[in-house]
């Protein structure tokens, strides 16, 4: 069984400029998470959808990120305009569905810098 | 609102050694999943462990085990025999059956030396 697939691994922008991540989660996963990690800490959830529709996005800066999951499969995270402050790395995760939430899958993860 | 503190930010320990991993955490609630999750370097996070808090049995995997006290909220984490493998950051972390909002801890950096 495949795993949690995100890409790019790395990407390195300046502040102000525009970021997409991409995430597709473990075939037949219905629940798909978005967490912010920063360096020195744990991951806080930023998002989370059930197939296409948004559960939980009281984490997300919503000024600034956004996210989508049209189809209910993959998923884009989007930072526009980045601050310094977006430094971290951003895991996809996801689970079978919302009855699964105590099995949560991670991808490797997308490591931004904003220089 | 619901923490986890893990109170060693960084550990050492000789590979074969016994090594504990603290975590204390706080909630209101009683129903709920406790994790260790292992972050290799430069690798994904991979479940280590995991109890539910109705369980009065501690939970074991292999060479991994906790020590669950849900009195004093406290979920520790020990590691026999570690290996070279187990370098890793490993984060305690607790879900509430309410909610599927993994709250994670700041993590302890847990370095096995040859």
């Known amino acids: 069984e495949a795993g949690v697939a995100q890409s790019p691994r790395y990407k390195i922008i300046e502040k102000r400029q525009s970021v997409a991540f991409w995430c597709n989660p473990i075939?037949?996963?219905?629940?798909l998470y978005w967490y912010q990690q920063i360096l020195g800490q744990g991951p806080k959830l930023l998002i989370q959808?059930?197939?296409?529709?948004?559960?939980?996005d009281s984490q997300l800066p919503k000024d600034r990120f956004s996210a989508e999951r049209l189809k209910g499969v993959d998923s884009t995270l989007k930072i526009q305009p980045a601050k310094l402050e977006d430094s971290a790395v951003y895991l996809c995760?996801?689970?079978?569905?919302?009855?699964?939430?105590?099995?949560?899958?991670f991808g490797p993860g997308t490591r931004l810098t904003v220089t | 609102a619901q923490t986890v503190t893990q109170s060693q930010p960084e550990m050492s320990v000789q590979e074969a050694e016994t090594v504990t991993l603290s975590c204390t955490y706080d909630?209101?609630?009683?129903?709920?999943?406790l994790f260790w999750y292992k972050q290799p370097p430069s690798r994904q996070m991979i479940l280590v462990i995991r109890?539910?808090?109705?369980?009065?049995q501690n939970a074991t995997e292999n060479r991994f085990s906790v020590n669950f006290q849900k009195a004093a909220k406290s979920f520790s984490l020990k590691i026999s025999d570690s290996q070279l493998g187990d370098t890793a950051m490993y984060f305690c972390?607790?879900?509430?059956?309410?909610?599927?909002?993994?709250?994670f801890g700041k993590g302890t950096r847990l370095h096995i030396l040859p």
């Open positions: 909630t209101s609630e009683s129903n709920y999943y």
């Open positions: 972390a607790f879900i509430l059956n309410r909610d599927d909002k993994i709250i």
């Open positions: 995760a996801s689970s079978r569905d919302r009855g699964s939430f105590y099995e949560q899958y």
């Open positions: 959808f059930q197939n296409n529709g948004v559960v939980d």
């Open positions: 109890q539910e808090a109705y369980k009065q």
């Open positions: 075939s037949g996963h219905a629940t």
